[in-house]
């Protein structure tokens, strides 16, 4: 097994099968820069070169007939895709030669002997093996920029968490004792999509990372592997040899209603999208269903603006999640390439992009995105000087940041109880005993219930406090009484979105613990009194012709007030 084979399985498991496989990408792009660096490193160890010798090694490399125009959509495109990737390998070129290193290897091969797949030996290989300053450097050449930090704070960004430099030094530390293990970044994180900065590693840390795991023996180092591949990182599809194969996958055959077709390019489109396609001045409301072509639509939108002559850079694509925004970044970037893009971005990020440039107008000296944890404790900050009694949940992506969340929120919430890994359950479980004040709520059976979900939640005994309970039958109301959860409504929510209405009536007969709330922020405002004002009237609609059976105020009012602080633990401050 490969290194590489290791690196996929980290960072995307897709691209891992792949190469399990041996299937062959098929990407021109990718075959062209692995040339080119077997280029390089025979240049860096021919005769002594200069400025000029770079300059011309660089335009040959990169002259049309071996950087193809047809890899792009747009003339345009090609020409800014190629001169930014001649001024990063200008400069890294120029690095090397300025520093005039001895190369004593080229293209050294290693192996680590165990690990991570039993008896597997792992090999790899290092670009070139250096020598400076009377020490030896194992180097490997990079595209991309680094991801790691010599200062960060997260155990997951720094150097010595690179899964590749332990490899690396594991596999060469026999040859070279003492060695130290370098990727050489051909980007730097300082670049810019359209601009690359002049120097090479013009700071720590901005194109190389290096590491002589000093104080760390070999065992150490191995148990340290386990840890990483816990970590998932984000895949590199701009630079991967199975992009091709792998997108396949992603093609969905859509049944529509037959329509005059009209062809732009290789998309088919219908008169009303052409509509769109076309529409360059002034605001267009579009409303269509799941599955309309929404999103081809707009990126073929966007690509007849920049052919009407507008800059690239004047163009703002907003979306809400950031699986639609790689969806569309991928799709542009799949026309256009990676340089001269339009701004793509959630509306969150772009928000924060605006408000990071103006940090020193807005008063700020410093500015950075709050971790869950900052969250936490800037909302006990807002709510210990306002008179509401309060509780904050916290989420985890990671059953690693169970205690930190737990530490710092008053409990847990989920979307839904699917959402808890199956690996954390037990030790949450042990953790609820030891924080006996903390409370983990879920949403549950808002639109649809789920037999097996709902037995789950029962018999896995986490849950205190679940959130809808709309599709309930009669009998899971009883095992809710029975195993002592509380539920909380929101009428308004289930009406906006047309899930139903809560079995309020069975739920009252049984005496379980009702408290009212809103849920949803993008479809109703914060207000209690409206969620009492509106399931007062839906329980008199359910007893229609009868002067008993609906809620009092009473019971209403008991619902936002005593209810919702026994049912979160409020009644004992």
Not at 438 to 467: G, M, P, Q, Y
Request: aromatic share 10%; charged share 30%; hydrophobic share 35%.
């Amino acid at each position: 097994m490969r290194v590489y084979n290791v690196l996929a399985l980290q960072k995307c498991s897709k691209k891992h099968e792949f190469e399990k496989l041996n299937l062959k990408g098929t990407d021109e792009k990718f075959d062209f820069f692995l040339d080119l660096n077997n280029k390089i490193n025979n240049l860096l160890t021919s005769k002594p070169f200069n400025s000029k010798d770079i300059e011309a090694f660089l335009l040959e490399s990169f002259s049309e007939e071996y950087f193809k125009k047809d890899w792009f959509a747009l003339e345009e495109a090609w020409r800014q895709d190629r001169a930014f990737e001649i001024t990063i390998y200008k400069r890294f070129l120029e690095y090397m030669a300025i520093n005039n290193f001895k190369i004593l290897e080229q293209n050294v091969t290693f192996s680590v002997p165990k690990h991570i797949y039993g008896d597997t030996e792992i090999t790899g290989k290092a670009d070139f093996i250096i020598e400076s300053d009377d020490s030896v450097e194992a180097v490997k050449i990079k595209r991309g920029a680094p991801k790691f930090s010599y200062k960060a704070r997260k155990k997951e960004n720094k150097v010595d968490f690179s899964l590749e430099l332990i490899l690396m030094k594991l596999g060469l530390e026999g040859k070279y004792p003492g060695v130290k293990v370098s990727l050489f970044y051909l980007k730097n994180k300082d670049d810019k999509k359209t601009n690359a900065v002049d120097t090479f590693e013009n700071k720590k840390g901005k194109n190389i990372i290096s590491s002589t795991f000093a104080g760390i023996s070999t065992t150490e180092l191995f148990n340290s592997i386990d840890d990483i591949l816990s970590f998932s990182l984000e895949p590199d599809c701009d630079f991967c040899n199975y992009s091709s194969i792998c997108k396949k996958k992603d093609v969905k055959v859509i049944e529509k209603e037959p329509e005059k077709q009209l062809v732009k390019k290789d998309v088919h489109l219908s008169e009303k999208q052409m509509t769109v396609v076309n529409h360059i001045n002034g605001a267009m409301r579009v409303i269509a269903g799941a599955g309309a072509g929404k999103t081809t639509v707009l990126v073929e939108r966007l690509m007849e603006l920049i052919k009407q002559g507008v800059n690239p850079k004047n163009i703002v694509f907003l979306t809400f999640t950031n699986k639609a925004c790689e969806e569309i970044k991928n799709r542009v970037k799949a026309k256009l390439g990676s340089i001269n893009l339009p701004t793509i971005s959630t509306f969150n990020s772009f928000g924060y992009d605006i408000v990071k440039a103006n940090s020193e107008l807005l008063g700020f000296n410093s500015l950075k995105l709050a971790s869950k944890i900052d969250r936490y404790n800037l909302l006990k900050e807002a709510l210990d000087d306002s008179p509401i009694n309060y509780r904050i949940l916290g989420r985890y992506n990671n059953s690693k940041d169970v205690r930190s969340v737990l530490k710092n929120a008053d409990g847990l919430g989920f979307a839904s109880y699917d959402q808890l890994p199956p690996n954390s359950k037990e030790n949450l479980l042990l953790l609820k005993k030891k924080s006996l004040s903390k409370t983990i709520a879920c949403h549950d059976a808002e639109l649809s219930r789920d037999e097996a979900l709902f037995n789950d939640i029962i018999d896995d005994k986490l849950i205190d406090v679940i959130i809808h309970g709309t599709q309930y039958t009669l009998d899971d109301l009883k095992r809710i009484k029975e195993n002592n959860i509380s539920l909380v409504l929101c009428p308004r929510c289930n009406g906006y979105f047309g899930s139903g209405f809560p079995p309020i009536n069975e739920i009252n007969e049984l005496k379980i613990p009702i408290s009212l709330g809103t849920d949803n922020v993008m479809a109703n405002n914060i207000d209690l009194f409206e969620e009492m004002r509106y399931l007062y009237r839906i329980s008199r609609a359910l007893v229609a012709g009868k002067v008993y059976g609906y809620l009092s105020s009473k019971e209403l009012l008991k619902m936002v007030s005593v209810n919702a602080a026994k049912n979160f633990g409020l009644d004992k401050e």
